[in-house]
Structure formats: structure tokens, C-alpha cells
């Protein structure tokens, strides 16, 4: 996968908050948890940018990412004690419409840090490598 290193890191990341903070905190204080530790490990990111999103070519309004980090890897947090399909599809939905090859799904609500990766099929670096893995998380 082009950007395992990439997901690892963060991955990494948000497992030292979790294990730091444990869960039962607001979403707020794990993402100016992680802001803090991406500085620290050196990871390049922009915090609650505003991205538009289109349809079929038109601006339809606009959604703030949590985190977008490299340049490249969307990043959603939640905070609950459960991830449900809904949050699975939103970060789907947004990788899609921002055109990323590839987005973060993490939850610090629950015992355990929970991660998913997610991609855009659509995407043109993409295509080869699903075709290849027909179990992974599709947008």
C-alpha cells in the first residue's frame, strides 16, 4: 500500500494519545491531543480545514476535515463507544467527495483505540491496488 508508512505513523500517534488519555473525553480534546503529538513526531497536517465539495462539478458547500495530514490522508475522529456503519460512511463519503485516495477513520471513545482505513475506488491510484485486495474498505 503507497501510503502504509504514512498510516502507521498516524495510527501510532493516536494510539500514544489513547494510551495517555484513555477514553471518555469530547472529540476536541483528542484532536488537540494528536495536534500536539503529530508536532512532536513531525507529521505535517492542517487542522479543521474547510474543503468544498462538489457535485458533478458544481460547489454544494463546504465540510470541515478534522485533520488533513501530508497533504494527502483525510483524517476523521470520533469519540464514541462504539463505531456505527454512519461513521464508517461518512469518512467513506468524504474521501470520495475530496477526491483522496485514501482516508483515517479513528475512535478514542471506546476501551481500545479503534482505526479503520478507507479508500476511494475511484481514485486513479487506487484502482490496481483494490483490484488486488478485494477485502478492504471501499468509498
Known amino acids: 500500500m503507497k501510503y502504509e508508512e504514512l498510516t502507521h505513523k498516524i495510527i501510532g ?4 494519545v489513547h494510551g495517555i488519555l ?6 476536541v480534546i483528542y484532536q488537540r491531543a494528536l495536534a500536539i503529538e503529530f508536532k512532536k513526531q513531525k507529521v505535517g497536517f492542517r487542522r479543521e480545514m474547510e474543503m468544498t465539495i462538489y457535485y458533478e462539478g ?14 494527502i490522508i483525510m483524517l476523521e475522529l470520533k469519540a464514541v463507544i462504539r463505531l456505527e456503519e454512519v461513521h464508517l460512511a ?10 483522496l485516495p485514501i482516508g483515517l477513520l479513528l475512535n478514542f471513545g471506546a476501551k481500545s483505540l479503534e482505526f479503520k ?5 475511484n481514485h486513479p491510484e487506487n484502482k490496481l491496488y483494490i483490484k488486488n485486495n478485494p477485502k478492504i474498505i471501499k468509498s
Not at 22 to 27: D, L, P, V
Open 90 to 99: 461518512q469518512a467513506m463519503n468524504y474521501c470520495q467527495a475530496y477526491n
Open 117 to 121: 482505513r478507507v479508500y476511494n475506488v
Open 22 to 27: 484513555g477514553n471518555g473525553f469530547q472529540e
Open 58 to 71: 458544481v460547489d454544494i458547500g463546504t465540510r470541515r476535515v478534522d485533520f488533513f495530514v501530508e497533504d
Open 13 to 16: 500517534c493516536a494510539m500514544k
